[in-house]
C-alpha cells in the first residue's frame, strides 16, 4: 500500500488577504542610539527638538564692515559716504564693542555682528583713504542673519520617522548633536536547504551557491532593517527549530528561505505550527505561491520560497512595505514634472534651485546660503540655464527628487510657531509649512496656493489680523481664532529692568517694522509717552537701539543674552529656552486664515476640532494658551 506522505496547501489567500493579515501582525522595532557619523542611511526613531538657535547669534554673512545703515543712505560711487574704522571682528569672538553713529567695524563672514551695528556694507562697495570710503548704501538687516532665523531654539527640526542622509545629518551637527535614536529593525535570515554552498568555495556535485540569503540581506538594508544571516541551514527540523529558536530572541522579524512547500522533504510549516501559529499557507501569486506567514516562538515569521526569483517576489510584495513601514523608510523616486507655483527670476547663471512639491506645484524653498535647512525642508532641485532670465508662475518644471515625496494634507503659509508642531501631532495631519511670516501668509491665501496660513498682525486699532484681511484685499476667506502668545521683555537674569517704562535707560533691540511685536511696542510706548506728556518720537529718540531691528524672536533674545542689548520683546517660550527672565506685557492673537471653500473639508474639520480640544491646550509649550476663542470661526463681512 502506499502510504501520501504530502501535506496539501491550506486554502490559497489573495494578495490582498496576505496583506492585511501582514498589517495586523503584533511588531515593535527595536532602537539603537549612533554617533551621527554612522546615521547615514538609518531613521531616526525621536523627534529631534533644537536646543540652540541657528546660528546661535546674529552674524555677518559677507565680509565687510559693520555699520549703521541710516549712515550709508547718502552713498554714492561719485559720491562716497566716510566712516571712521574703529575695530576689526574676526570669526569666533564675541566682540565687546558698540558701533556708534559715524563708525564702522571690519567684520568677517560668519563674525558676531557688534551691538549697535544692524547692516553690514560687502567689502566690494567700499574703499580706504584716511577713512573708510562707502560707496553704495545698505538697508536695514543686509547682510545679517538672525539668531535662529535658520532653526529656532525648541524647533522640531527633524520628524521621527525621518530617514537620514547627508542633508539631514548636516541639520543634526547644526544643533550640536552627537548621537540619535534610531530603528533597529532586526531581521533575521535563515537559508534552507542541504544543496547550498557558501559563495567563495568551490562547488561539490550536488551543490548550488547560497544566493537567497545575500539577495535578501541587500533587499532588507535598502528598506532600512539590519539583516542578521544565520548562515546555511541544512533541511534538519533539530537544525531548522533552533534556528527558528534563536531568531526569536535575537529579533523583531525572521525571513526563512526554502523548505515551504508542501513535499514532504518541506518541514517548514511543520515546525511553524509546532512552536507557533500559520496565518497563511500558500498565495495565489505567481511566482511565489509557496509561502509562509505566521508566527514562532512570539515572533513573525515569513517564509520565502526557495527559487530566487520567487523568494524576491514574495519578499517585494510582501515583507519590503512591512519592513519599510515599521523604519519610516521611504523608496526614492528619481524625476517629478511640475507647475511653477511663483514667478522665479534667475540670476543670470546656471542654477540648482531647490523647491517644496505641493498638489503638483513647485514652490521655491529659499532661506540664504547659510541655512542648512534649504535643503532638508525641499524635495528637490530644478535646474535654471544660464541663458534663462524668468520662469513664469504656471510654467511646466521638472524636478530631480531628493527621495519620495510626501503628498502633504494642507499647505501652510506664514508666520512660524512652535505651537505649529503640537497642532500637526494633535491632529494627525501631514502639513507642509513654509515660514514666510504673516504677510507672506495672506498674500498666498489671496493668490490661491495656501490651505491656511498663521498670522499675528496687530492693528493700530488694536485688534489682531481681521482688519488685514480687507487690507490684502482677501475675499472669501474665513478666520479661525487660535491661541494666545505671551509677550513681553526678555532680560538677563541680573537685569533691574521691571517693566517696558525701565528701558528708556537701557540699551534695547526692537524687531522689525511691521511685525506685530514692533506694532504692540510702539503701542505700549505711545502709552508711556502720553502719561509723561512728550511726543512719541522724543521718547523713542531718547531709546537706545530703538532703530535696531531683528527679525526673529530669537535674534532678540540672543542680542540680550549675549550682552549686546540690555532688553527686548519677544515671546515667552524663547525667552525661557534662552535662560532669560521674563516681564509679559501682553497677549497676542495668533490666528489662521482658511479659504472659505476649504473651510468644510475633511482636513480643516480636524484641524479645527483638534484646535478645541483638551489634548491641544494641554500639550502647547510654556507662554503659549489656549482661550475662550480658540477655534471660533469668524466670517469677515464683504
Known sequence: MIVNVRKEFRKLVTMDE????????????????????????????????????????????????????????????????????????????????????????????????????????MVEYTGLDSDLCILRPVSINENVMHAGSDIMVGERVLRKGTHLGARETGVLAATGRRAVRVYALRVCIISTGNELAEPGHALEPGKIYDINSFSIASAVKECGGTPLRYGLIRDDEAEIRDALKKAAEDCDIILTSGSTSAGSGDVMYRLIEQDGTVLVHGIDIKPGKPAI????????????????????????????????????????????????????????????????LVRGLAYPVEKGSGAITTLSEADGFIEIPSDVE????????????????????????????????????????????????????????RSGTAGIAGVHLLDESGEYNIPFLKRF?????????????????????????????DIVNARVINRNTGSGTRVLTDMKLREIAARRGIPFGELTGSISGYNTEAKTHSAVASAVRLGKADAGV????????????????????????????????????????????????????????????TGEIVRIPQ
Not at 293 to 303: A, D, E, T, Y
Not at 392 to 417: I, M, Q
Not at 580 to 599: G, M, N, Q, R
Open 293 to 356: 506567514i505566521g508566527k514562532v516562538f512570539g515572533k513573525p515569521v515569513l517564509g520565502l520560497p526557495g527559487y530566487p526569483a520567487s523568494s524576491l517576489t514574495i519578499f517585494n510584495e510582501f515583507a519590503a512595505p512591512l519592513i519599510r513601514r515599521l523604519t519610516g523608510r521611504k523608496e526614492e523616486r528619481q524625476k517629478a514634472s511640475a507647475k511653477m507655483a511663483v514667478r522665479v527670476r534667475s540670476e543670470g547663471r546656471s542654477q540648482l534651485l531647490p523647491v517644496g
Open 570 to 629: 519677544g515671546i515667552r517660550t524663547v525667552a525661557e529656552m534662552n535662560g532669560l527672565t521674563f516681564i509679559k506685557i501682553a497677549d497676542e492673537e495668533y490666528d489662521f486664515v482658511v479659504p472659505l471653500h476649504l473651510l468644510e473639508s475633511r482636513e480643516l474639520k480636524r484641524l479645527i476640532e483638534s484646535l478645541r480640544s483638551q489634548e491641544f491646550g494641554e500639550r502647547l509649550p510654556s507662554g503659549l494658551k489656549t482661550y475662550k476663542r
Open 18 to 121: 496576505a496583506k492585511k493579515i501582514i498589517e495586523r501582525l503584533d511588531i515593535l522595532p527595536g532602537t539603537d542610539e549612533v554617533s551621527i557619523e554612522d546615521a547615514r542611511g538609518r531613521v531616526l526613531a525621536e523627534d529631534i527638538i533644537s536646543e540652540v538657535d541657528v546660528p546661535p547669534f546674529s552674524r555677518a554673512s559677507m565680509d565687510g564692515y559693520a555699520v549703521h545703515a541710516a549712515d550709508t543712505y547718502p552713498a554714492r560711487e561719485d559720491k562716497p559716504v566716510h566712516l571712521r574704522r574703529v575695530a576689526s571682528i574676526p570669526a569666533g569672538i564675541n566682540p565687546d564693542i558698540h558701533i556708534e553713529r559715524g563708525e564702522a567695524a571690519e567684520i568677517a563672514t560668519g563674525a558676531v555682528m557688534p551691538a549697535g551695528a544692524d547692516a553690514v556694507v
Open 390 to 445: 524668468i520662469i513664469e508662475a504656471g510654467e511646466t518644471v521638472e524636478v530631480t527628487l531628493f527621495g519620495e515625496v510626501e503628498t502633504p494634507d494642507l499647505l501652510f503659509v506664514g508666520s512660524h510657531c512652535l505651537g505649529l508642531d503640537t497642532l500637526a501631532d494633535v491632529s494627525k495631519l501631514r502639513m507642509r509649512v513654509m515660514n514666510v511670516g504673516s504677510s507672506g501668509g495672506l498674500s498666498a491665501i
Open 473 to 501: 484685499g482677501i475675499k472669501n476667506a474665513v478666520i479661525v481664532k487660535g491661541y494666545l502668545r505671551e509677550q513681553g521683555l526678555m532680560v538677563r537674569k541680573d537685569s533691574k529692568i521691571k517693566g517696558l517704562e
